[in-house]
């Protein structure tokens, strides 16, 4: 862009560079607040002396390097070869017979051509060369030299005096520079293609051409419309308190504010907010200190409340306010735009933020403001704050008050903010505590891992005594959402795992809810309140006849709760939502959740709860044959106190099954042991939940001590929950493993594929499927029927995603060849593939291996029939033979999974 509204300006300065080049020397000054062109123009002077054949030096003024002497003279010298201070003048102040020294060898330079000198930010400069450039205005004369220096008005380092030196010489100019005017500002929009917003694009820049041509960039590039233009009352009312009263300017509080008008939204860390950043950088440290604080008071601010927050003197302050009206930052209804007092308290660090919050907060109280707008401040300061705060109890009160009324709104994270600050800051043990308690209730909202953190100190205040009774049944709910059943069981008194009550679990309510899980899931949403229950709902509902239905639930709360911005909630869900799809077979979906619900947590959350997941991951990556990934996860360290939690046995437990699939047997028995030591002593040896003694029995089989393992399976069929299909199964499946009778193996095997079809655990179904079908080959005229069940097998762990299972069952079938998929083909609930009922039920016979004439025999159909049955079955399910036939048809047809339970009895 031009420099639009200068035009008198850039006359001046050709005017003198005109004057230089005929021999005469010039100084001109240029003035103006900050951010309104100044280095603009001399970069426009620079470039046209340049291309005009002048020698063009340049220094600029910086505020770190005031103490350099000779620090802008050097800068300016160091862009001539032949031009250099002696090293005599380092660190003292400048000598006459030094001064003239250089005048004449800058004299001499401009001999063969104009020499310009350009001397930016000069309130900044060292006083050595502020001293020299006095001295070069008054003696360098005549030649052809033109020494430009520009400086901001109002700024807290610049010495009048200086001016008025310059200005006593013939050969000096002035050039002020103003903000522009609303028709100046108008033609830059135009340019920027912006036209139609012209006059909000003036208001909320203030007529600062730096913060306007933000604006105007801004807008410009981008093109999906990120800076929106909308009403500026309304963006002030949306950045401002609910309470907050009208606004007005921190000088005249007596005029009435601006009325409303439409203003751009700039983006965060975009070029306007670097604007702002620059005109307070440039504006001085008191002006900038003044802004950020009328910025922090907002509706508040006054120039003595600005004063007394900052303890600026009062002639400075009015400076410093003369700076940021100037500049076009502040106008008589405040700040010219809300964004502009947001990037004005951005440029602030946290620490400093965090101070003048705390003063702000007891002045504003001290002052008689509302309270609630104290605690606005108190929760501002303790959002930043990264060091330990101690606070009245007054203050603690007004903070968790101040917290009760968010929850009343729904406001998780105000509340949250309100009970970190109360927590942080109070320094009452007790009070502590209490705060701590509610702080972990809402903190699960966001955060699993922190509430559990938060518990510890209040569960250990109420061990010891140091905290009332009231407290003891929101921890129990905290601990149960944990999964510290046993804990939470002997807090509330209600049953001891050493008392006289034997096979009394803390466990049973979750396992043996029954319908009663569903009900309530039906009947009660995701609060604080109700977190607990629905948890342990949802675990009831996995570790029950019928996991499937934990699915649906699980992922309707996951939505719910990332619909109300709780991503706490939502990892909870979804880790919930996982387990349950791994507990069904579906190991790549599984898998998805568990990821994404690590990633819903804060990076190196900590705590024993993105344990529940990895569990999840190590189960679903080691059957998948991903055993690198799985041996990280396995590597993990145990934290303290992570085996008192469901989820630490559960990651024991997995990553036993770990070593089982890496062939490294007495590590996985040492885990499945600790892990069934622990369950005994809680008091929670529920198989439902890990059926240890099986894996255990597993890893001894593979030892080599069978009656070992023999025993440990018969211990967990006499347990209560061998009645239930999946305990029941997978214990009927190592049992098998253990006799070596092969007929009443082969009657085991059948029977525990029989339970675990009905539990719904593909993946142990297929396990026990391959090790029926080795049975079978190797059972005397039965080879043809071990073969097609073990190709069932195999097709139902690659269903399942576990290529680590499919290679054990068929090391030699390729994984990438086509195997049937009833997603792309017709199948039978598809109307292009409907099967008969009777057709179902052949089909489903044939598939697990049973030869047309076993079929006819079990069915009481023909031979005949049979054939014509399965070939109505490969047209329709558009595959060449029995080995395509999908293992599961239960879906489509009653009676079909009677028909699978006849297969794999034996009957």
């Known amino acids: 862009m031009t420099l639009v509204g200068r035009t008198t300006a850039i006359r001046t300065l050709t005017d003198a ?22 280095s603009a123009l001399m970069h426009l002077l620079v470039e046209r002396a340049a291309a005009a054949g002048a020698v063009v030096l340049c220094a600029t003024g910086f505020p770190t390097e005031r103490a350099t002497a000779w620090g802008v003279v050097r800068q300016l010298l160091a862009g001539h070869p032949g031009l250099a201070l002696w090293e005599s003048t380092a660190g003292r102040a400048p000598r006459t017979e030094d001064m003239q020294a250089l005048c004449a060898e800058l004299r001499e330079a401009s001999e063969g051509s104009p020499l310009v000198l350009c001397v930016d930010d000069v309130h900044h400069a060292d006083d050595e060369s502020l001293a020299f450039v006095q001295y070069l205005t008054r003696y360098v004369r005549p030649a052809r030299i033109l020494l430009v220096v520009a400086g901001t008005v109002h700024h807290e380092t610049g010495d009048p005096a200086f001016a008025t030196e310059l200005m006593r010489q013939p050969t000096f100019r002035r050039i002020r520079l103003e903000r522009l005017g609303p028709a100046e500002a108008t033609v830059l929009a135009e340019q ?34 990120a800076a929106r233009f909308v009403p500026a009352d309304a963006a002030q009312l949306a950045a401002a308190p609910a309470a907050a009263g009208p606004r007005r300017t921190p000088v005249d509080r007596s005029r009435p504010a601006a009325s409303a008008s439409r203003g751009p939204v700039p983006g965060i860390d975009g070029p306007f907010v670097q604007a702002v950043h620059a005109c307070l950088h440039r504006a001085g440290a008191t002006a900038a200190a003044v802004a950020q604080a009328a910025a922090l008071l907002d509706e508040a601010a006054t120039p003595e409340l600005i004063a007394e927050l900052t303890g600026i003197a009062p002639p400075a302050l009015r400076q410093g306010l003369a700076g940021l009206q100037g500049a076009g930052l502040l106008n008589d209804a405040g700040f010219s735009h809300p964004a502009v007092r947001d990037a004005v308290l951005s440029a602030l660090s946290p620490a400093a933020l965090v101070a003048l919050h705390r003063r702000a907060a007891p002045m504003l109280q001290r002052h008689g403001r509302p309270t609630v707008k104290a605690a606005r401040h108190l929760l501002s300061a303790a959002a930043l704050a990264g060091t330990a705060w101690s606070a009245t109890g007054e203050e603690t009160e007004l903070l968790c008050d101040a917290a009760e009324s968010r929850l009343a709104e729904d406001d998780g994270r105000g509340a949250l903010g309100l009970l970190q600050a109360a927590h942080r800051l109070c320094r009452d043990d007790a009070r502590r505590d209490g705060v701590a308690i509610r702080l972990a209730q809402v903190t699960w909202r966001f ?15 109420l061990q010891e005594g140091r905290l009332d009774g009231e407290g003891a049944q929101p921890l129990s709910q905290l601990l149960l959402l944990q999964g510290r059943l046993t804990e939470a069981a002997r807090l509330l008194g209600d049953g001891d795992p050493e008392g006289e009550e034997p096979g009394a679990s803390p466990l049973d ?20 309140a109700t977190m607990t229950p629905i948890v342990q709902a949802l675990r009831s509902l996995l570790l029950s006849d019928h996991p ?20 706490g909630w939502a990892a909870v869900f979804a880790t919930l939502h996982a387990q349950a799809l791994l507990r069904i077979g579906d190991l790549t979906e599984a ?18 709860f993105p344990y529940a997941a990895t569990v999840v991951l190590i189960r679903a990556h080691s059957a998948m044959g991903h055993y690198t990934e799985a041996s990280r996860l396995c590597d993990r360290p145990v934290p303290a106190g992570l085996l008192d939690s469901l989820d630490g046995l559960a990651f024991l437990h997995a990553r036993g099954v770990h070593h089982l699939t890496g062939n490294q047997p007495q590590a996985a028995l040492t885990d499945f042991l600790t892990v069934g030591r622990i369950m005994e002593a809680q008091g929670i040896d529920r198989p439902a939940f890990l059926p ?15 009656q070992q393992a023999e025993r440990l399976v018969l211990q967990q069929l006499a347990l209560a929950d061998a009645r239930r299909p999946w305990v029941r199964g997978v214990s009927l499946h190592q049992r098998a493993l253990t006799t070596a009778a092969p007929r009443q193996r082969i009657s085991l095997l059948e029977q525990a594929v029989n339970e675990l079809h009905r539990s719904g655990d593909r993946l142990a179904t297929a396990r026990a499927m391959a090790d029926l079908g080795r049975a079978r080959q190797s059972e005397a005229g039965a080879p043809v029927k071990g073969t097609a069940t073990i190709r069932a097998a195999w097709n139902l762990a690659k269903e399942c995603g576990a290529t680590a299972l499919c290679k054990e069952i068929l090391p030699d079938a390729p994984l990438s060849g086509p195997t049937p998929d009833r997603a792309e083909r017709p199948g039978p609930d598809r109307p292009e593939g409907k099967l008969s009922s009777s057709e179902q039920r052949v089909a489903t016979l044939a598939a697990q291996g049973l030869t047309n004439r076993e079929i006819s025999a079990k069915l009481y159909l023909t031979v005949s029939t ?7 079955v490969y047209r329709k399910l558009q595959i060449s033979g029995r080995g395509d036939l999908p293992f599961d048809f239960e879906l489509s047809v009653d009676g079909a999974s009677t028909a699978a339970g006849q297969l794999v009895r034996g009957d």
């Open 17 to 38: 560079f005109t004057d230089c080049a005929e021999g005469l020397s010039r100084t001109v000054l240029v003035e103006g607040p900050t951010g309104c062109g100044k």
């Open 192 to 225: 920027a293609g912006c036209r139609a917003h012209a006059s909000s694009l003036y208001e909320a820049s203030g007529g600062n051409p730096l913060l306007l041509r933000a604006l105007l960039e801004e807008h410009t590039h981008t093109v999906s419309g």
């Open 447 to 461: 955060d699993p891992a922190a509430a559990e953190r938060l518990v510890a100190g209040p569960l250990a205040a």
């Open 509 to 528: 309510v979750v396992i043996d809810a029954g319908s009663a899980a569903e009900r309530l899931l039906r009947s009660a949403g995701p609060a604080e």
């Open 548 to 567: 499937e239905r934990a699915v649906p639930w699980s992922r309707t709360l996951l939505e719910d709760a990332e619909r109300r911005d709780a991503p």
């Open 591 to 608: 898998c998805a959740y568990a990821s994404r619900a690590l990633d819903m947590l804060p990076e190196r959350s900590g705590g024993t």
């Open 692 to 706: 240890w003694r099986t894996d255990a029995a597993e890893a001894l089989l593979r030892l080599g001590k069978s």
């Open 866 to 872: 049979v054939e014509q049955h399965l070939t109505k």
